[in-house]
Every structure is written in structure tokens, then in C-alpha cells.
């Protein structure tokens, strides 16, 4: 009688194995060749790079996207994101914080660092002043919540003095502009800081400010210009030098109008480039 073989399972295993391992040599030369794939490239969108710092004043605000205007009038739509900081710094309340995007109203100076793709900037981070926050939160509210202190005062003030005829003009200071140009420089910023003081001591005064031109250019573009330069002069009596808005008549553009010089030399029309920011009192009022 011839003795049995037996194959364990882990023999029997290595045997299949080993087989297998023989044949695979031979499915793969007869396996059907793959050509190389020639160069692709996926799109999946333009990768965000770091863009411009812009700094400026928020001058529109519309759902996630702003507008912020530089001191030189340029003006830069810049979107807002679920991942844009907002942080205020030095002084609101007396420390630093964090903030909304709700915080983001018109008149607040702000520093926005930016990423861009293609045309679009979207903010990353953006920060402001304590005090600048303040004063744009009193600018938006208005006299019925920010200046609710002064209202009872504000509105007899107001009653007084309907008709602008009836203002006694208490001082002037004029400020000057390049030709074309609706800039602040650094001596029209300190002159205006000065007139603003010298006019919170004077009871019960208004601010008028108006913009002029000299003759160079058309007249629509010389309207157009007396009007960005006496804003301009406005914000920054307002948000810099802290002149209060209810103290604040509707500023005006006057273009080439009123002359103080002749505009047929150089100096007379450097005179003519300027705004003209009045102090004034109602005649009603002036002297009580």
C-alpha cells in the first residue's frame, strides 16, 4: 500500500501562489499596451496672490463689496468675505478688537490689505482707527442717536437760522490746491485743524465751505472739481479735525465764480485754486 500526501493549507496556499506568480510574466506581455498620456493641465480657477495696499476712505457700501477712495480721488471696489478680518486699533474703548463686516460704514478711514485675481481684490484684512470708528458711527446715526445730547440744541439752532442771508460771516480761512488737483496738502490740513479749534470757541457757529477754480478748463469740469474739493475739505474737518456734522452747512462747488485774483497771471489764479471754509453765525442768534 503506497502512503497518502497529504498538502496542508498553507503548502497548498504557496503552491497557487507560486503558480501564479509563473504565469504573470506571460498575461503581462500579452496585456494590451497603455500610450503615454500626452501633457494636460486642469484650470481650476486663478489662484489669489497678495495684492495692493489701499488706503482710504470707505465712500459706498453695497452688499459684500465697498468702495474706498484714496486721498488722491482714486477710487477702489474692493469685495468682502467670510474670511476677511475687520479689526479695529489703539483706542476704541481702550484696547484693540474684532470686529463685523457690519462695521464697515461710509466715512471710516481704513487700511485694507488685498488679494487679487485678475481684476478683482478681495480684503483680507482690514483695520481703522478707534476714534475714526466713533466718529463715522456718530457721522451714520445722525442727530437723533449719535448727537442725541445735542439735538434740543441742534434743532432751535436750526429754527434760527433758515435763510443763509441771515449768517454774519465771524472769519475765513481759504486753503489752495494745485491746478487740476483736489488734494490736501499738509499745510491745508494743519490750517484747517486751526480753524476748526478757533471756531468750536465761537457760540452757536456754522461752518459754510466752498470750492472754486481758477479759469483753466471747461466749465462742467471746473464745476465738477470745486465740488471734490470742497468735500474733500468737509471729510477732513469732519473725521480729522472732529468738526461735529450738525455744525455743518450742505458744502458747494462755486467753479471759476468770485474770483479774489486775475486770472490772467499765474499768481492770481494760485489765489483762485482754493475752498473757503467760513465761520458762521446767525444774525438771529450772534452775540446771545
Known amino acids: 500500500m503506497k502512503p497518502m500526501k497529504i498538502l496542508t493549507r498553507t503548502a497548498s496556499t504557496a503552491a497557487i501562489m507560486l503558480a501564479m506568480a509563473a504565469a504573470a510574466p506571460v498575461a503581462a506581455q500579452n496585456a494590451p499596451t497603455v500610450p503615454d498620456a500626452p501633457n494636460t493641465q486642469t484650470v481650476t480657477g486663478e ?8 488706503k482710504g476712505y470707505i465712500t459706498a457700501r453695497s452688499g459684500d463689496r465697498m468702495a474706498v477712495t484714496a486721498e488722491d480721488g482714486t477710487k477702489t471696489i474692493i469685495t ?54 466713533k466718529t463715522a458711527a456718530m457721522i451714520r446715526q445722525g442727530t437723533a442717536q449719535g448727537f442725541e445730547e445735542q439735538s ?6 436750526r429754527g434760527r437760522v433758515a435763510d443763509i442771508d441771515n449768517y454774519n460771516v465771524k472769519a475765513t480761512t481759504n486753503v489752495y490746491f494745485d491746478t487740476g488737483k483736489w488734494i490736501l496738502s499738509d499745510q491745508a490740513k494743519a490750517e484747517l485743524c486751526i480753524a476748526a479749534a478757533t471756531a468750536e470757541k465761537t457760540p452757536n457757529a456754522l461752518l459754510l465751505v466752498v470750492g472754486y477754480t481758477d479759469s483753466v478748463g471747461d466749465e ?10 470742497a ?58
Open 47 to 54: 489662484r489669489p496672490q497678495p495684492g495692493p495696499e489701499i
Open 220 to 229: 462742467d469740469f471746473n464745476q465738477e472739481l470745486s465740488e471734490k474739493r
Open 152 to 157: 434740543a440744541a441742534t434743532a432751535a439752532l
Open 231 to 288: 468735500s474733500r475739505v468737509l471729510a477732513h474737518l469732519q473725521q480729522v479735525c472732529r468738526w461735529k456734522q450738525f455744525r455743518t452747512l450742505t458744502p458747494s462747488g462755486m467753479a471759476e465764480s468770485d474770483p479774489v485774483a486775475d486770472n490772467s497771471t499765474d499768481e492770481g489764479k494760485a489765489q483762485n485754486r482754493r475752498v473757503a471754509v467760513n465761520v458762521l453765525v446767525s444774525k438771529a442768534v450772534d452775540g446771545l
Open 80 to 133: 468682502i468675505d467670510n474670511a476677511t478680518q475687520v479689526k479695529g486699533r489703539s483706542g476704541l474703548f481702550g484696547g484693540k478688537g474684532k470686529f463685523s463686516a457690519a462695521s464697515l460704514m461710509n466715512g471710516l478711514p481704513v487700511t485694507v490689505k488685498t488679494l487679487q485675481a485678475g481684476e478683482a481684490l478681495v480684503a483680507s484684512i482690514v483695520t481703522f482707527r478707534g476714534n475714526d470708528f
